[in-house]
Each structure stands twice: as C-alpha cells, then as structure tokens.
C-alpha cells in the first residue's frame, strides 16, 4: 500500500501525559498537512509543511502542540500535557507539491482518547 | 458563523431517489471546492472537484454558484453503498503554494432498501 500511513492507529492515554503521532506520507510528496476532527464535525487544519519547513499554524494549535518534518519525509505531531479535549482523530494529508491547488490525500488517522 | 455551512442531516432516502445537498461558504477569497465523502470511522476521500459550470461523475454533479457563495451536490439513482457524510470543503491556497481545506460539518446520508 503506497497511501498515507499514519501511527499508531489509535491511542488511550491519561491527561497530563504527553503523546506523539507519525505521519509517512505518499512517496515523494512535498507537501504535508495535519487536520484534527472531533465527533459531529468536519476535519480542522492544524499545519502544513512543504519538505521540512513548517509554513502555516493554525490558532488551534496550542502552544502544547509541536509539529516537525525534519528530513521532509515522515512528520511527527507531539502534544504535550494532554487535555480531555484534545480527544479528537488526528488526520494527517500529503499532496505532490507540484501545482496551486492539488488534490490531498489522507491517512487512516490517530484516534486519540485522553481519560 | 461558521466558514462552512451545511445541513447536518440525516437524510434517509430509499434506494433509487435522487438526493440534493447544498452547502455556503463565507469567505469571497475561498479559490476551489470540493466534494469530500467520509465512511463511518475513516479518513475523508475525494468525491469531487465543483467547477461553476457545473460538472458531473456518474450519478454524481456538482454546481457552485459564486455570486451566491453556494455549492451543491446531487446524486441521483442512489445506491445503499452511497450511505456516507458528504463534506462540503473550500480551498485556499497558502503562503507556498500549499492549500487550507476547511470542511463543513458534513451530511449523513442513509440510503435504505
């Protein structure tokens, strides 16, 4: 399967705990983007990379939340302290880089529950 | 308000009925649509692209009307297998060339026997 992968696939943690996802995107895809998407809504842009460089942050990503691509390959999103509300899947997008407007495509996503 | 606006649903429609979704977006800047459907626990998927001269795909044609900030979908001849959350998404291109997707809340479709 040559999609996106993202890991792991679902995670329980306590609050206060700190967690981290990785996303691989599509081979070869400059562009990666993180989405979050709690239940009854639509997905939320958190960020978005193109190679390594972090270009956009959302004002929803707190300052408990770091994202990094340092190779431009695969990228990790870190939350520090979890909140309850943080509870949310975590979307992860890769699109080729190549144009204005691309089609993204998107992982199976974190599932995230903090108790 | 939100950016994305849509109807939440659901709509049960029995099989083989034509549904319509509509959809408003807020902000005039917004440079592409789309379609998004999302299965009951997985990620979204490019259904289609929405173009203002209208476009179609099988049972499926999109319409956006700019003058209006509106976007609709309809399907027609629906299928059980159609049963999904129909996302209504706008586009703008980042600094980069990257693009921000902002989703409505989606549709529930229930396509019944």
């Known amino acids: 399967d040559t999609g996106v992968s993202q890991d792991p696939r679902h995670k329980i943690t306590k609050r206060g705990q700190n967690v981290t996802f990785r996303c691989d995107p599509i081979?070869?895809?400059?562009?990666l983007y993180w989405y979050r998407q709690t239940l009854g809504q639509g997905p939320e842009f958190l960020t978005y990379?193109?190679?390594?460089?972090?270009?956009?942050k959302s004002r929803l990503l707190s300052d408990r939340f770091s994202a990094e691509r340092p190779k431009g390959s695969f990228s990790t999103l870190e939350i520090q302290r979890t909140e309850q509300g943080d509870s949310a899947m975590y979307l992860c997008?890769?699109?080729?880089?190549?144009?204005?407007?691309?089609?993204?495509?998107f992982g199976p996503g974190t599932r995230l529950l903090v108790l | 308000r939100k950016e994305v606006e849509q109807d939440p649903g659901p709509f049960n429609v029995p099989e083989g009925a034509t549904v319509a979704f509509n959809c408003t977006y807020s902000?005039?800047?917004?440079?592409?649509f789309f379609w998004y459907r999302q299965d009951c626990r997985k990620e979204p998927k490019l259904l289609m692209s929405?173009?203002?001269s209208g476009n179609e795909d099988g049972r499926f044609t999109a319409q956006l009307n700019r003058a209006s900030q509106y976007i609709s979908l309809l399907i027609r001849d629906s299928k059980l297998s159609d049963s999904a959350t129909y996302l209504c998404?706008?586009?703008?291109?980042?600094?980069?060339?990257?693009?921000?997707?902002?989703f409505g809340t989606g549709t529930q479709l229930k396509v019944e026997l």
């Open positions: 997008a890769s699109s080729p880089g190549a144009g204005g407007q691309e089609t993204q495509y």
């Open positions: 990379f193109q190679n390594e460089a972090q270009l956009e």
């Open positions: 929405v173009y203002s």
């Open positions: 998404v706008v586009n703008k291109i980042l600094t980069g060339g990257g693009n921000k997707l902002t």
């Open positions: 081979s070869e895809h400059n562009r």
């Open positions: 902000n005039s800047a917004s440079q592409s």
